[in-house]
């Protein structure tokens, strides 16, 4: 998908004028922005763009961990298979590769900077999750993303060469004759333009978009909106992935817990306290998360919309307190003990797949826009993400971008620059609850072609009938959000079969013949259909 190019306005040509100066602008903070941003040649002047405190953003809130093929007895092989498996047929196998074999650089990388991952004597201790074939993914007890984020983030802040933008919010992405060229941001409740050799966008992904999300509401892909708006192609904006073990606060809030809870033995019961996963899957509640998470819906829906449970009673308070320390608070917190209660959960849109298409070196089709983490769409992922594949995209690939941008800095000029953005378009959408709500309803677990046509519609009357507001930040949040939305439900529409995260009632099955010409026109010819 590639969209039209925006309008300039006079107000753009102000913005040029007071402009300020990067060679390389990150826009978001996140575990790809900040490995890219600590290792990228530290005579370039750069700046990282975020508009939320650290602890809101994604990797800060992961739990689980970085899956790396380091066990004594593990083969990256293996984690290639376990990865284009759980992506069920559609993933980029040159990516996957990438992925998996830099996967040892990028956990040294990590403790090159100081981190020191849980361990006994015998040496790093490996959890299991879902779709992995044995135990591989490293942790931090149960907070391993907020140990990377405020590992990288001291790492950043002493940098000398890098400014930290905070409260800083991504309006859009300018380009000129030879690509992009910087990005307006509102600061303080001013439109700024920075002026940039180079972008790269690492903002995240878009599960903030639905009602129910382990995610931020402020995780609702502004950079890939942005990019899209600058000419940048996106893609496979259909996969969202939902995280069956999610847990609702008393304030509402909603809370993951881990799937290395399941890894170390938890487990999923019914109302009659039944454990029913090995009825829907082989691998019991190590399944994919998009099995599990069906398999979820239809039991509650036997059992009159009952929640489901899960079970880590058997594993010991101490052992709970100490190895899941995080889950285990937070839980208290809200009254349930894990060594005696059982926890009712549900799915929640957790990691989005889609994104700004890069090639693997994290460069998008607009020359000088690069993308990487959750933001980018590598194919790496395919139908389905593995589990804790995440944070070792954000570093391997952060890190090829920043390679890439030491190789081919441009030794550029600002040519009469263009804002791409289409400022105009952006309307008063009433917030984004609603839109929240129907994305919820019609593009979830289960989908639908009607309810999912019916939301598109809904989203295309909201922005006909939107007039202009003042700038300020909700007004783009709203606009982003539209606009993704509509992206992703037209997504989900042409995809008229059922593969990983992407299930439609209507089409049930796996529509490989279809797919094949899709995929070798999104990838190229190396993507191998299995
Ligand atoms: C989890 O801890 O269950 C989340 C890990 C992930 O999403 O990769």
Same mark, same amino acid.
């Given at each position: 998908?590639? !969209? ?7 107000? %753009? ?33 750069? /700046? ?29 092989? *293996?984690?290639?298979?376990?990865? &284009? ?6 993933? #980029? ?5 990438? &992925?998996? !074999? ?29 779709? %992995? ?25 002493? $940098?000398?060469?890098?400014?930290? &933008? ?46 129910? !999300?382990?995610?931020?509401? !402020? ?7 942005? $990019?899209?708006? /600058? ?12 995280? @069956? ?26 109302? $009659? ?33 009952? @929640? ?5 009673? %058997? &594993? ?64 790496? %992922? ?16 952060? #890190?090829?971008? $920043? ?30 609850? /609603?839109?929240?709500?129907?994305? *919820? ?6 989908? =639908?072609?009607?309810?999912? *046509? ?19 930040? =909700? ?23 059922? #593969? ?7 089409? @049930? ?22």
């Amino acid at each position: 998908m590639r !969209s039209e190019r925006g309008y300039l306005t006079s107000k %753009h040509n102000e913005l040029i004028s007071a402009s300020k100066e990067y060679d390389v602008i990150i826009v978001g903070a996140g575990i790809a922005g900040m490995s890219a941003a600590l290792l990228l040649d530290f005579r370039l002047k750069v /700046a990282i763009v975020s508009k939320e405190p650290l602890a809101e953003c994604s990797t800060y809130k992961a739990q689980g961990g970085m899956a790396v093929a380091v066990g004594p007895d593990d083969k990256i092989e *293996e984690h290639i298979a376990d990865t &284009l498996r759980v992506g069920q047929g559609i993933c #980029r196998e040159e990516a996957v590769k990438v &992925l998996t !074999s830099e996967g040892s650089e990028a956990l040294d990388f990590l403790i090159s900077l100081g981190a020191s991952f849980s361990h006994n004597e015998k040496g790093l201790l490996l959890t299991r999750e879902a779709g %992995h074939s044995r135990n591989r993914v490293v942790h931090y007890y149960d907070y391993t993303g907020k140990y990377i984020a405020e590992l990288l983030a001291s790492k950043v802040n002493a $940098a000398t060469n890098i400014d930290r &933008l905070e409260s800083c919010y991504l309006v859009d992405i300018a380009t000129d004759q030879e690509g992009c060229c910087g990005c307006v941001v509102v600061l303080a409740g001013k439109l700024v333009y920075y002026r940039s050799a180079v972008v790269v966008v690492a903002t995240g992904g878009y599960s903030g978009l639905y009602a129910r !999300s382990t995610n931020a509401i !402020s995780s609702n892909g502004d950079g890939v909106a942005a $990019a899209y708006r /600058a000419g940048a192609v996106i893609a496979d904006m259909e996969f969202v992935q939902f995280h @069956p073990t999610a847990f609702t606060t008393k304030s509402g809030r909603v809370f993951l817990l881990t799937e290395a809870l399941r890894g170390e033995g938890a487990m999923l019961l019914n109302a $009659a306290g039944q454990r029913f996963m090995s009825t829907y899957h082989s691998a019991g509640e190590l399944a994919p998360r998009d099995e599990v998470s069906r398999a979820m819906l239809q039991e509650a829906g036997k059992q009159g919309g009952k @929640p489901i449970g899960l079970d880590a009673r %058997h &594993l010991g308070k101490e052992y709970l307190m100490d190895r899941f320390r995080q889950v285990y608070a937070e839980l208290a917190q809200n009254n349930y003990f894990m060594e005696q209660d059982i926890i009712p959960i549900a799915p929640a849109a957790h990691y989005t797949i889609g994104g700004i298409k890069t090639d693997l070196w994290g460069k998008t089709n607009v020359a000088c826009l690069y993308a990487c983490g959750e933001a980018a769409a590598t194919g790496v %992922h395919g139908a389905n993400r593995l589990a804790s594949n995440s944070l070792l995209e954000g570093i391997v690939f952060g #890190r090829r971008v $920043a390679a890439s941008i030491n190789d081919n800095f441009p030794a550029k000029r600002i040519n009469s620059v263009q804002l791409a953005c289409s400022m105009e378009d952006i309307g008063n959408y009433n917030g984004v609850s /609603a839109l929240r709500t129907k994305l *919820e309803l019609a593009a979830g677990v289960v989908r =639908q072609g009607k309810g999912l *046509e019916a939301a598109l519609q809904w989203v295309r009357d909201s922005k006909k009938s939107s007039v202009i507001p003042p700038d300020d930040m =909700q007004s783009y949040h709203a606009c982003n959000a539209y606009q993704l939305a509509e992206l992703l439900l037209e997504a989900a529409l042409l995809r008229r079969e059922s #593969r990983g995260c992407h299930y439609r009632i209507d089409f @049930p099955e796996k529509n490989d013949q279809d797919f094949q010409k899709h995929i070798l026109q999104q990838w190229g010819r190396e993507t191998v259909i299995q």
